[in-house]
């Protein structure tokens, strides 16, 4: 006879399946492995059904949102860390829709060093999903639509744009990122290029693939 079917085994047979039981339940639940996004996903879906539009666009719009701030939480782990002798704030992303200010989605990261008496500040910055980006692509392909005061470099096999007025070296990765150096008139144009040169573009252009 089967040991699976013995008394002693069968009246330990609950306990045992008990504890595989609620592993099950805790690694494979759509409803505890679910988030805001499927949430609001899922209201959508229930509420089209009942032919409830209204409610079904309201939240798919704030699905669209909670994706658009996660993408942001990712771009802003792309800003580097401060150089030698300098401090950097907390890193701040903002995600708005194509109809709100041109729309996109970027990230922000403020530099600041006390240099004899002097304060020095300058911020990096990493915009996608925005119409601007398709403005200065032309920039980058046609020397034309650069204007007076900018000027193409290359560094570290990057190109750029400086610009000497504002201070500040804009770069476009895989025509979909916008990367920009941006320093107050304090800080010399060799600044400029160390933290232009901290950036991990690398990283950039596998976030853009």
Known sequence: MPLLLTGKLNTRLPSILAPISLALLLGFSPVLLADDVNDQIEEAIKAYE?????????????????????????????????????????????AAAAGI???????????????????LALTISITTDSPLIQTMSMMFSNPMFMGQNNKLTVINGEKAIAN?????????????????????????????????????????KEYAQ
């Open 50 to 94: 009942k032919e409830d539009y209204n409610t079904a666009i309201t939240a798919l719009n704030a699905a669209s949102t909670l994706i658009r701030q996660k993408k942001g939480e990712l771009v802003s782990r792309l800003l580097p860390e401060p150089l030698s002798g300098w401090k950097a704030g907390a890193a701040k992303s903002s």
């Open 101 to 119: 200010f041109g729309g996109g989605i970027s990230a922000e990261r403020r530099y600041t060093r006390k240099d004899d008496g002097k304060a």
């Open 164 to 204: 000497e007025r504002d201070n500040s070296l804009t770069s476009m990765v895989s025509n979909k990122v916008l990367v920009k150096v941006d320093g107050d008139k304090k800080v010399s144009p060799e600044t400029l290029k160390e933290y232009f040169k901290s950036i991990n573009f690398k990283a950039i």
